[in-house]
């Protein structure tokens, strides 16, 4: 059971817009960024949208992220094939004094 | 740039102590946060810990009495030490630098599977 709750599944055909949400609480989401990670089948994660919605050089703008409460959302737009993949979600727990995940999203692009 | 790799044995048995080293190479360990994080066979992410170069530690509580991470800044490494493992250990064991305590994970290593098994 993750401290962080996401969609356990989403899909989309290409060229669609999905979205992924990340709900926390107070602790964590609420109180502290967060950070969305994507693992590409058999490799390591990568990060992919850091403090909430920035994203790191080399992510296309097709990535967003957003944040709001004790919520956070991916969206990615123009789905394409490649970003079939598992996407995390991340944020500082001031109550657990360490990271929490949510659990991943397997993202299918139909 | 920076690049983090994982080592040590892929087999553990039950009751034993799991042992890993990450080494930093391209860059410095000092003045940056490095982590381990585990995820078992078909499931998520969960972060077991993290040093700070200067060696001060936080762990996670549902591992902490288990756990111990260490640095070697001369080498330019860090170590995990897990002890008691069960079949429940049994994951790929990823090391991760953030440059501030609640900051982010970049760059990870690539990960290295550890299964617990007699």
């Known amino acids: 059971q993750s401290v962080l709750t996401q969609p356990p599944s989403a899909s989309g055909t290409p060229g669609q817009r999905v979205t992924i949400s990340c709900s926390g609480s107070?602790?964590?989401?609420?109180?502290?960024?967060v950070n969305w990670y994507q693992q590409l089948p058999g490799t390591a994660p990568t990060l992919l949208i850091y403090?909430?919605?920035q994203r790191p050089s080399g992510v296309p703008d097709r990535f967003s992220g957003s944040k709001s409460g004790t919520s956070a959302s991916l969206a990615i737009s123009g789905l394409q094939s490649e970003d079939e993949a598992d996407y995390y979600c991340?944020?500082?727990?001031?109550?657990?004094?360490?990271?929490?995940f949510g659990g991943g999203t397997k993202l299918n692009v139909l | 740039q920076v690049q983090l790799q994982e080592s040590g044995p892929g087999l553990v048995k039950p009751s034993e102590t799991l042992s890993l080293t990450c080494t930093v190479s391209?860059?410095?360990?000092?003045?940056?946060?490095w982590s381990w994080i585990r995820q078992p066979p078909g499931k998520g992410l969960e972060w077991i810990g993290c040093?700070?170069?200067?060696?001060?530690?936080n762990y996670n509580p549902s591992l902490k009495s288990r756990v111990t991470i260490s640095v070697d800044t001369s080498k330019n490494q860090f170590s995990l030490k897990l002890n008691s493992v069960t079949a429940a250990d049994t994951a790929v064991y990823y090391c991760?630098?953030?440059?501030?305590?609640?900051?982010?994970?970049?760059?990870w290593g690539q990960g290295t599977l550890v299964t617990i098994s007699s």
């Open positions: 403090k909430n919605s």
């Open positions: 991760a630098r953030s440059q501030w305590l609640a900051n982010w994970f970049d760059p």
């Open positions: 040093i700070y170069y200067s060696g001060s530690t």
């Open positions: 107070s602790s964590n989401i609420g109180g502290n960024i």
């Open positions: 391209g860059g410095s360990i000092n003045n940056y946060y």
């Open positions: 991340a944020a500082w727990d001031d109550s657990l004094n360490g990271w929490v």
